[in-house]
């Protein structure tokens, strides 16, 4: 089955603990993206790639960082989490590529509280 | 990438089509109209993209207007899952391959 996976789904951790959000996909995409949503500010777009190794900043990069190692897997890095990051994140992939327009496919969801 | 306006909800009793519209006045001959819905904070679900011609799938069908300032998502026989915020994005392809949500429509599928 097409999917993209999420790991953890739920996650209660306290500023300054480093944490990694993973994301895979099985659909042979190069593009993936991260999302963040928030109540009445909707979702916003935190960090893209086009390909393997090749990464660049969404709307709201600040705090995060990412990885592209392998073409199924972007994981989003919170070196230091602060309670702002609070938030709902998807992952999401898609065929899209500079050229041409797809629809994209997003995770379940992670759940972040950072107290 | 064009602003698009839909209304903030609506309702719709269960089996009964479902028709979600959507304004995008400014759209360029290069933008597609894309619909996505988020059920109760799930990941956002594709649903059906259009340029110029009417499509179908098996989830919905896509009504866009000759002059593509306005199109309305359809869904055919509406079912309680179906509640869910629905989101009229329009784009062209991009180096960012971003997607712009707005605030969509809350369908309530009603028995």
């Known amino acids: 089955e097409a999917q993209v996976t999420q790991n953890p789904r739920y996650l209660i951790t306290v500023t300054g603990k480093k944490l990694t959000v993973t994301c895979s996909q099985n659909?042979?995409?190069?593009?993936m993206s991260w999302y963040r949503q928030d109540p009445g500010l909707g979702l916003r777009q935190i960090y893209y790639?086009?390909?393997?190794?090749?990464?660049d900043k969404g709307d709201v990069p600040e705090g995060y960082k990412v990885s592209r190692k392998e073409k199924r897997n972007f994981p989003l890095i919170l070196e230091s989490p602060s309670p702002n990051q609070t938030s709902l994140y998807f992952c999401?992939?898609?065929?899209?590529?500079?050229?041409?327009?797809?629809?994209?496919?997003f995770g379940p969801g992670t759940r972040l509280t950072v107290t | 990438d064009a602003k698009t306006t839909q209304p903030t909800s609506m309702d719709c009793a269960e089996g009964r089509a479902a028709n979600l519209p959507c304004n995008h006045s400014?759209?360029?001959?290069?933008?597609?109209v894309y619909w996505y819905r988020q059920i109760h904070s799930q990941g956002p679900q594709y649903i059906i993209h259009?340029?110029?011609n009417n499509e179908t799938n098996e989830m919905a069908s896509l009504i866009i207007t000759e002059d593509r300032k306005s199109s309305t998502l359809i869904l055919p026989h509406a079912t309680l899952r179906d509640t869910a915020v629905y989101y009229c994005?329009?784009?062209?392809?991009?180096?960012?391959?971003?997607?712009?949500f707005g605030q969509g429509t809350t369908l309530q599928v009603k028995p």
């Open positions: 999401a992939s898609s065929a899209e590529t500079g050229g041409l327009s797809y629809e994209q496919y």
């Open positions: 659909m042979n995409h190069e593009y």
């Open positions: 790639s086009m390909n393997v190794e090749v990464t």
């Open positions: 400014t759209i360029s001959g290069n933008e597609y």
């Open positions: 259009g340029l110029k």
């Open positions: 994005i329009v784009r062209r392809s991009s180096n960012t391959g971003k997607l712009i």
